[in-house]
């Protein structure tokens, strides 16, 4: 089964408008990380946050983490029509070897010209 | 790009037959995983490859077999084709076994009749 939950599973916005996406998920985690997909083809890797941070930013991405409510946001501020892709949150849980990504559902993001 | 390439892109297979699939993974990682992407969910890990040993499996069965050669590449086998294993398969590279981004391939898209 899949440990991350985003959600929503679909948001449809207006370009020039923020996107909020959220993650939750089961265990403890080394890191939680953020792929992008567009059309059913390889992973993009957006982000990635550590346990021991809260808050981390990449250009137009901001991403939250709260370890105590084992949760996570995306959020992608000034959306543009080209953002419209599948966002999945990734966590690498601490009792497992190596690094094993378990994905939740993704959310499909819609962003309207 | 991220470097990671895999092929074939496409393929067909009837049910009961074997399949194999192939990953050439980035520059420099030792690392590959593989993971099972169903229409419609988020990525599921099937094994991981650490210097040509298995370094970790998800649930899936025996059927389910890897590889990894000494230039790192890899190959996914499944033996005895079900529908259900219709599916994209996406191989993910990464540096030295620890806890960082995975670089994903485009997907080979599997289809069993």
């Known amino acids: 089964s899949q440990q991350g939950e985003e959600d929503p599973q679909a948001l449809s916005i207006q370009e020039g408008e923020n996107a909020t996406m959220n993650c939750s998920y089961k265990t403890s985690i080394n890191n939680l990380q953020w792929y992008r997909q567009n059309s059913g083809r390889g992973l993009v890797h957006l982000i990635l946050?550590?346990?021991?941070?809260r808050e981390k930013h990449s250009g137009r991405l901001r991403v939250t983490l709260d370890t105590s409510k084992k949760s996570s946001s995306l959020l992608i501020t000034a959306s543009r029509a080209a953002d419209t892709a599948s966002y999945f949150c990734a966590t690498d849980a601490r009792e497992t070897s190596g690094s094993r990504l378990t994905f939740g559902e993704g959310t499909q993001l819609t962003v309207n010209p | 790009e991220t470097g990671v390439t895999q092929s074939p892109t496409h393929l067909i297979k009837t049910r009961g037959q074997q399949v194999t699939l192939r990953c050439s993974s980035q520059?420099?990682?030792?690392?590959v995983s593989w993971y099972q992407q169903a229409l419609g969910q988020g990525p599921q890990f099937i094994f991981q490859y650490y210097r040509e040993e298995e370094n970790g499996r998800g649930n899936f069965p025996p059927r389910f077999s890897g590889l990894q050669f000494p230039n790192y590449s890899s190959e996914l086998n499944v033996n005895a084709l079900e529908l259900d294993d219709s599916a994209l398969y996406l191989c993910a590279s990464s540096p030295s076994g620890s806890y960082n981004e995975q670089f994903f391939g485009p997907g080979t898209r599997l289809t069993v009749l």
């Open positions: 520059s420099g990682h030792n690392t």
């Open positions: 946050i550590r346990s021991n941070e």
